[in-house]
Nanobody, 114 residues
Framework: HVQLVESGGGSVQPGGSLRLSCEFSEYYTQYCLVWFRQGPGKEREGVAYIYAFSGNTRYSDSVGGRFTISRDNAKNTLYLQLNSLKTEDTAMYYC?????????RGQGTQVTVS
């Protein structure tokens, strides 16, 4: 059963921190994974990417320096550390395989900053 399951969202004040987790099936250990988000009335935005074997990462300009993506393939878990949160970071956050439209994704976890 191939799946991705996010957790760790919540409500925080501006300047606060959260750590999101995504448990993924063994199938995903060989693929680039992404955290993307969709805020109210906004388009989807890929905020952080991590490659399977090199561990190389890249970030959107909107979160660079504040968010950190990591993965532990031994635990089949992807993480996103969110620091210095802003109100504009409010969104549903998803982990996904980096394919068009991120069609292989979890159910999401809500992050609210207010």
């Amino acid at each position: 059963h191939v799946q991705l399951v996010e957790s760790g969202g919540g409500s925080v004040q501006p300047g606060g921190s959260l750590r999101l987790s995504c448990e993924f099936s063994e199938y995903y250990t060989q693929y680039c994974l992404v955290w993307f988000r969709q805020g109210p009335g906004k388009e989807r935005e890929g905020v952080a990417y991590i490659y399977a074997f090199s561990g190389n990462t890249r970030y959107s300009d909107s979160v660079g320096g504040r968010f950190t993506i990591s993965r532990d393939n031994a635990k089949n878990t992807l993480y996103l550390q969110l620091n210095s949160l802003k109100t504009e970071d409010t969104a549903m956050y998803y982990c996904a395989k980096d394919v068009p439209d991120w069609v292989e994704r979890g159910q999401g976890t809500q992050v609210t900053v207010s």
